[in-house]
């Protein structure tokens, strides 16, 4: 932390961490190994707290579901960001204890466990990015701008899009119609930017693709055939290398990012639901705590106590809530 190293808040954390691992070492007698550990582990927090000239009296629970976050996020395993909770609930357990902080910001936390993950999801600049790479100066461009602006613009399963035919298309009212899991149809709005490169795809790219006369699949690869789910994965991940977003990126990225989008801009849970053709709303739940992770990220971000270099929220009579 060579920035903070004058920092009040680092200061009263490596006052604070000494004393805890002094205490383990002394009456819980752990060995040099298992000490060190804790000792990595509560210095990346203290970084992290610090950086944000948060001090140990200061923590509250939104930071530390921030940090984990934020774990999650650099690709650190579950295991990772247990230890990393748990030496946290052991430190701030022991700051109670001896009234150095008034209330535990870790008590009764959950430890991360395994199962199903959140699905990751791309920020709004990154989606603009991706979508503006494939250039619609060739079929094969003009067919790639459609497909990326459609996945995103409607949240269809990759098989959903691949699946499409000329006749689901209803342009002129803004939808389009598609056939889900089990067969299940159901209608979506497309938005504006996805409808005008459907319209250019059809009028200046599939025509020169179009090998096959019948062929009534939308979308067509360089032999005239469907086009394939492999494929778009292929143009997607392409597209999110060369726009330079730093993680994978699948078809189910952007269908993930559409709902996590639609709901951080106030969408009704049941409409989007709708929209994803999930048949268990629980499914499109999982969507709440990703909105409710950016929200966070958002205020850490944003809010000035909270900010790199900004005060420090807890400290001083007034600044508790």
């Known amino acids: 932390m060579p920035a903070q190293e004058d920092s009040a808040a680092t200061r009263a954390w490596q006052e ?28 990346d927090f203290a970084a992290f707290a610090a950086a944000r000239q948060v001090e140990p009296a200061g923590v509250t629970r939104p930071l530390i579901l921030a940090y984990l976050h934020q774990l999650e996020r650099a690709g650190r ?124 795809y059809l009028a200046r790219g599939r025509p020169a693709l179009a090998r096959r006369p019948g062929q009534r699949a939308l979308f067509l690869n360089q032999r005239g055939g469907r086009l394939s789910r492999q494929w778009v994965w292929h143009l997607l991940r392409r597209a999110a290398r060369r726009a330079g977003v730093p993680r994978a990126v699948s078809p189910h990225t952007l269908r993930h990012s559409f709902a996590t989008h639609l709901l951080a801009g106030g969408a009704d849970l049941r409409a989007v639901q709708e929209l994803l053709g999930h048949a268990d709303i629980s499914t499109t739940q999982i969507y709440t705590h990703l909105t409710r992770h950016h929200l966070l990220e958002a205020y850490l971000r944003a809010h000035p106590r909270m900010a790199p270099g900004g005060g420090r929220p807890g400290s001083g009579a007034g600044g508790r809530t």
């Open 16 to 43: 604070a961490t000494a004393d805890y691992l002094e205490i383990l070492r002394v009456e819980r007698g752990l060995a040099a190994h298992t000490l060190a550990a804790y000792r990595r582990d509560l210095a």
């Open 77 to 200: 395993s579950r295991a990772t960001a247990a230890r990393r909770l748990a030496a946290l609930r052991g430190f701030f357990r022991y700051l109670a204890s001896e009234g150095k902080v008034e209330h535990d910001p870790a008590e009764g936390m959950a430890t991360p466990r395994g199962g199903r993950p959140l699905p990751r999801v791309l920020a709004v600049d990154e989606v603009e990015r991706v979508l503006e790479l494939p250039q619609p100066a060739s079929p094969a461009g003009l067919r790639d701008r459609a497909v990326l602006e459609l996945l995103y613009a409607t949240g269809l399963r990759v098989s959903e899009l691949v699946g499409l035919d000329l006749d689901d298309l209803l342009l002129d009212h803004g939808l389009l119609r598609c056939r889900g899991k089990g067969g299940k149809e159901r209608v979506v709005p497309v938005a504006a930017p996805a409808v005008e490169a459907t319209r250019q």
